[in-house]
């Protein structure tokens, strides 16, 4: 996957990127392969790849998925996040 960032934001790429390399032990929070940055300022993330898509897309497709085990997932990711010192806040 590749998370976008608005140009001209360096602080805010490096900022997270640094946070999801801390956090890269987890196994329910994606993992940073990669920073990106072009010519005109364009600046990416490159993280793992989800296998069968965003759960966005998932419901919106209509897809029959295993509602608690997701709600089980992302809730250990979260967990691991806020009890991280300092605390992480998920924004997405």
């Known amino acids: ?29 994606a993992r940073l392969h990669a920073v990106a940055m ?7 993330l490159v993280m793992e790849f989800a296998e069968g898509g965003s759960l966005r897309r998932a419901l ?6 295993d509602a608690i085990g997701v709600a089980l997932q992302i809730a250990h990711g979260l967990h691991f996040l806020q009890t991280r010192s300092p605390s992480v806040i998920h924004r997405d």
């Not at 072009?38 to 990416?44: D, F, K, N, Q, S």
């Open 1 to 29: 996957a590749v998370k976008r960032l608005r140009r001209h934001e360096p602080k805010k790429l490096q900022k997270e990127a640094e946070l999801m390399y801390r956090c890269r032990e987890h196994p329910n929070v």
């Open 38 to 44: 072009g010519a005109g300022g364009e600046c990416a």
């Open 60 to 65: 919106d497709d209509g897809r029959r998925i």
